[in-house]
T-cell receptor, first 107, second 116 residues
Framework: GQNIDQPTEMTATEGAIVQINCTYQTSGFNGLFWYQQHAGEAPTFLSYNVLDGLEEKGRFSSFLSRSKGYSYLLLKELQMKDSASYLCACGNTPLVFGKGTRLSVIA | EPEVTQTPSHQVTQMGQEVILRCVPISNHLYFYWYRQILGQKVEFLVSFYNNEISEKSEIFDDQFSVERPDGSNFTLKIRSTKLEDSAMYFC??????????????FGPGTRLTVT
């Protein structure tokens, strides 16, 4: 079976840094994805980790530890437009999504 | 920038009716998917399609559902005899496939299906 856990909600202040954690248990593993989903919209691809370590992409970074079944998404210099749900997904075939973390950025 | 398109954006249908949701994937992509998201819940995989046939399907994708690629551009999801619990947002996605089928799937804007 597959299980993906991430916090339901988080709140952070504009300009700050926030880390969204994800733990997973899966029978097969082909990488860990993070997607952003604004309310009422489609998910959009943010990052992909298949090897352990940190991948940096502008204000967003993603980390993976395969031995711990753990990933996090780090968002720096938060902006109001970053208020959205962040979906952790295991890149098996098919892609399996977690329930998402709703991030609220406040002034 | 190329994008996945879906029509219609909203569909209201009566219980028991059939609906067809349409998608145009990105033109050079080889893998196509349908997902659904019931309001407030997680995105759930329905089916993947490659080389003109279903490559994977979930438990949700039972005999009520079917997919088709009727021509070189469209990818459709048919839901027969709709039920109230089929009310959801249906997303189509596509991926190029050069780094594996799951890598960087591009999602369409979705079709909100309401069954009354």
């Amino acid at each position: 079976g597959q299980n993906i856990d991430q916090p339901t909600e988080m709140t952070a202040t504009e300009g700050a840094i926030v880390q969204i954690n994800c733990t997973y248990q899966t029978s097969g593993f082909n990488g860990l994805f993070w997607y952003q989903q604004h309310a009422g919209e489609a998910p959009t691809f943010l990052s992909y980790n298949v090897l352990d370590g940190l991948e940096e992409k502008g204000r967003f970074s993603s980390f993976l530890s395969r031995s711990k079944g753990y990933s996090y998404l780090l968002l720096k210099e938060l902006q109001m437009k970053d208020s959205a749900s962040y979906l952790c997904a295991c890149g098996n075939t098919p892609l399996v999504f977690g329930k998402g973390t709703r991030l609220s950025v406040i002034a | 920038e190329p994008e996945v398109t879906q029509t219609p954006s909203h569909q209201v249908t009566q219980m028991g009716q059939e609906v067809i949701l349409r998608c145009v994937p990105i033109s050079n992509h080889l893998y196509f998917y349908w997902y659904r998201q019931i309001l407030g819940q997680k995105v759930e995989f329905l089916v993947s399609f490659y080389n003109n046939e279903i490559s994977e399907k979930s438990e949700i994708f039972d005999d009520q559902f079917s997919v088709e690629r009727p021509d070189g551009s469209n990818f459709t999801l048919k839901i027969r005899s709709t039920k109230l619990e089929d009310s959801a947002m249906y997303f189509c996605a596509s991926s190029e496939g050069s780094r594996g089928p799951s890598y960087e799937q591009y999602f369409g804007p979705g079709t909100r299906l309401t069954v009354t």
